[in-house]
């Protein structure tokens, strides 16, 4: 059974800072891996898709890598604004199956 | 496009009582889901449609069932409500060559 584990749980960083977020997985047989945003409260928004043949995906300030042979992905941010505060979330496929997600507080 | 849209937004049960949560896409995908998300958790996955006329069993299908009504809409129903089902409820939707899931506001319920 795949186990998707995300840490740290929790992180506070000052404005302007890069970062980065894990995401590790138990199975490397997935299809792809996406990463998600969730705001208190809201829906989920994707931010990247990373397809199982790919390496790495970037939009804007953020980019994601995928390394399926240790199981793991990372998420940078860039730069981060007080805006980035939200907790990130991946998933891999087959099915889609969560990490336990990373809650960011970025301070002004 | 209003993409994914769930009903209602909150609701409150007392155990054993009744109700469906309703999940409508206006993106013509085929797919459809439906994920559960506790405090300090990922969502897990309760039900799902691949298509039109099919559903399937995800990790946490106990005490739930689920309607493909159409291709546009996507139900799930609660027959007797228990504590352990208060959680927010996600809703779903993927289209055929799209790798990518798009998500309803959800509904928080809360059991008492």
């Known amino acids: 059974k795949q186990e998707v584990t995300q840490i740290p749980a929790a992180l506070s960083v000052p404005e302007g800072e890069n970062l980065v977020l894990n995401c590790s997985f138990t199975?490397?047989?997935?299809?792809?891996l996406q990463w998600f945003r969730q705001d208190p409260g809201k829906g989920l928004t994707s931010l990247l898709l990373?397809?199982?043949?790919?390496r790495e995906q970037t939009s804007g300030r953020l980019n994601a890598s995928l390394d399926k042979s240790s199981g793991r992905s990372t998420l940078y941010i860039a730069a981060s604004q007080p805006g980035d505060s939200a907790t990130y979330l991946c998933?891999?496929?087959?099915?889609?199956?969560f990490g336990g997600g990373t809650r960011l507080m970025v301070k002004p | 496009n209003a993409g994914v849209t769930q009903t209602p937004k909150f609701q409150v049960l007392k155990t054993g009582q009744s109700m469906t949560l309703q999940c409508a896409q206006d993106?013509?995908?085929?797919?459809m889901y439906w994920y559960r998300q506790d405090p300090g958790m990922g969502l897990r996955l309760i039900y799902y449609?691949?298509?039109?006329?099919?559903?399937d069993k995800g990790e946490v299908p106990n005490g739930y069932n689920v309607s493909r009504l159409n291709k546009r809409e996507f139900s799930l129903r609660l027959e007797s409500a228990a504590p352990s089902q208060t959680s927010v409820y996600f809703c779903?939707?993927?289209?055929?060559?799209?790798?990518?899931?798009?998500f309803g506001p959800g509904t928080r319920l809360t059991v008492t």
């Open positions: 449609s691949a298509s039109e006329g099919t559903t």
């Open positions: 779903a939707s993927r289209g055929i060559g799209v790798y990518e899931q798009y």
């Open positions: 199975d490397s047989a997935i299809y792809n």
């Open positions: 993106m013509n995908h085929n797919s």
């Open positions: 990373i397809q199982s043949s790919q």
């Open positions: 998933a891999v496929r087959g099915v889609l199956t």
